[in-house]
């Protein structure tokens, strides 16, 4: 049998167009990504790439007043369809926000919150998960003798650590990062990156972010947004050193935006 | 000519201390105003209080004994009407503000519930005589006079249930949703548990105010004089605030059960302070729980 040389493509957009009311948020978007790949949104403030973001794991359902038309494809599924179970959708997609939003429960309760919700309920198969997924988020050695302590004692890089513990908990394949370290200090958003190198082995990435370095440093690829529209879509190699479109350039260099 | 900056800091400094000083001697007003009254209560009522006056019945034509009915009464009628509007009130505020987008429906909701609030007590009290007592036949009881000591509280509770959801930030639902949960999941472990210490103030406040309501159990419950227990939720009860009213203005004889007036009024005070404490400390020790901060 003959091999396939071009991989399926994990995640799939085509011709998504998203409406806020009357606002046309996203303009016929269409794009794909390999499993496994770190991918990159990036645009100035308001050009999409968050509601973008939200696309994948149907968060935009929950603001009032939206339409999502085109077709928004998961390992193949459309997720938009009428049969979709949306939590089983989420369970299956985390999800890591702008602002750290631990519950105000303790650290073990956090991530293992994921897990009780989906219906788990064995104590040891729990307890087994959050310690392996705190190690895997960087979380466990700095946590580990005090995950009976409210998670609003650790600072707001740990806290941010332990959102994306509390994602990898529930064994998604696929990782949606908002802007995960823009309310961050340096060190912590240093330690943020290495970790997404680290998760790219098991998980696809989609992370938005305003900082073009991290940009450069953590994807595969790189998605450029402005006004709603997806200008320029390629290897982060390329679009930081040679895109085609002038746009792009002007905002990778930082003439603009 | 610019004008001298001296001269205007020693304005701004003086306007700063004229407000400063009046505003200071507003608040001290009101709690002189609040001293006053529980000293008066107090200093009148305690003479009263004796372990008699709390466990005997009234005698004599309310002049002497006790006042144990009337506490008994006021007990049933607030655990009546808690065990009716609590979770009615608990449920539509979730319902008003987890499930209700901004529209008309929860617009609707509001001002019917703003409106329900600003009824004067004296209609609740008819409206209970009219439904419950004749309508649908329970007589003057413990259940009418519940039910409507339910209805005069249930827009704060709904109000006290609905504002403790709203201080909730939406990046906890939006984190829970992400990872797969429902909203009931959502409401049930992170959005009540955080809005609980609020909650339960505010219920326990209610319960002060359906303690110390006259109007709403004139016509529904209250008994003039009744020197026995009730033995079911069809019975008449004394409570406080009616038997107050009742040797204050039309006892056999006024003038004797004065000091009785006041150690009624000063139970009913102390009761409702009572549960204000509660509510304080259960509030902190909630919010320690859920460690919120």
Redesign the interface.
């Known amino acids: 049998m003959a091999k396939d040389y071009v991989k399926k493509p994990k995640v799939m957009a085509k011709e998504v167009n998203l409406y806020y009311g009357d606002f046309h948020a996203l303009k016929g978007i269409t794009l794909s990504m390999e499993e496994n790949h770190v991918v990159a949104l990036i645009g100035p403030s308001g050009c999409g790439k968050s509601t973008f973001l939200r696309c994948f794991n149907r968060m935009n359902d929950l603001i009032p007043n939206t339409k999502v038309t085109g077709l928004v494809m998961v390992d193949g599924k459309d997720i938009n369809d009428r049969g979709m179970n949306v939590d089983q959708l989420r369970k299956n997609i985390g999800m890591v926000f702008q602002k750290p939003n631990p519950f105000p429960k303790s650290i073990f309760e956090n991530v293992a919150y994921g897990l009780r919700v989906n219906g788990v309920s064995d104590a040891k198969f729990i307890a087994e998960r959050v310690e392996r997924s705190l190690v895997q988020s960087a979380l466990w050695e700095e946590v580990k003798d005090k995950l009976k302590k409210s998670a609003f004692e650790l600072s707001g890089g740990q806290q941010q650590r332990l959102c994306i513990a509390r994602a990898l908990a529930i064994e998604p394949s696929i990782v949606l990062m908002d802007e995960p370290a823009s309310a961050l200090d340096p060190i912590s958003t240093a330690k943020i990156e290495e970790l997404i190198y680290e998760l790219k082995s098991q998980y696809t990435i989609i992370i938005v972010t305003h900082n073009m370095q991290q940009a450069g440093r953590v994807s595969d690829k790189t998605a450029f947004f402005y006004m709603g529209e997806l200008i320029e879509y390629d290897d982060t190699k390329i679009i930081f050193t040679n895109p085609k479109n002038t746009r792009t350039q002007n905002y990778v260099t930082g003439r603009f935006g | 000519m610019n004008p001298d900056p001296a001269k205007i800091h020693r304005r701004k400094q003086l306007s700063q201390r004229l407000v400063f000083a009046l505003f200071t001697l507003m608040s001290a007003a009101i709690v002189l105003v609040l001293v006053v009254i529980l000293g008066f209560i107090v200093v009148r009522g305690l003479p009263a209080i004796n372990w008699g006056f709390l466990t005997k019945m009234p005698e004599n034509g309310m002049t002497e004994g006790g006042i144990f009915p009337a506490i008994v009464g006021t007990f049933c009628l607030v655990l009546g009407s808690m065990i009716f509007a609590f979770p009615i009130g608990i449920m539509s505020g979730i319902y008003v503000n987890e499930y209700t987008?901004?529209g008309p429906v929860k617009r609707f909701m509001k001002t019917m519930t703003n409106n329900l609030a600003g009824i004067p007590s004296i209609v609740f009290g008819l409206f209970g005589m009219a439904l419950f007592v004749n309508g649908l036949h329970f007589g003057d009881s413990i259940l009418a006079g519940s039910l409507t000591l339910g209805l005069l509280v249930l827009p704060v509770v709904i109000r006290t249930t609905e504002e403790s959801l709203k201080a909730i930030?939406n990046?906890?639902r939006?984190?829970?949703?992400?990872?797969?949960?429902?909203k009931l999941?959502t409401i049930r472990?992170?959005v009540l548990?955080?809005a609980l210490p609020n909650i339960i103030t505010g219920l326990i406040l209610s319960i002060g105010r359906i303690s110390g309501e006259t109007a709403p159990i004139l016509f529904t419950v209250a008994a003039y004089f009744l020197p026995k227990l009730p033995h079911s939720i069809f019975d008449q009860v004394m409570a406080l605030p009616y038997h107050l009213y009742v040797i204050s203005t039309s006892g056999t004889n006024i003038a004797s059960s004065r000091k009785m007036a006041y150690g009624t009024a000063l139970v009913l005070v102390l009761i409702v302070l009572a549960l204000n404490l509660l509510a304080n400390a259960l509030r902190r020790y909630f919010g320690k729980k859920?460690?919120?901060?």
């Open positions: 987008n901004d930030d990046s906890f939006i984190g829970s949703y992400a990872l797969g949960a429902t999941q472990r992170v548990p955080m859920v460690k919120m901060n």
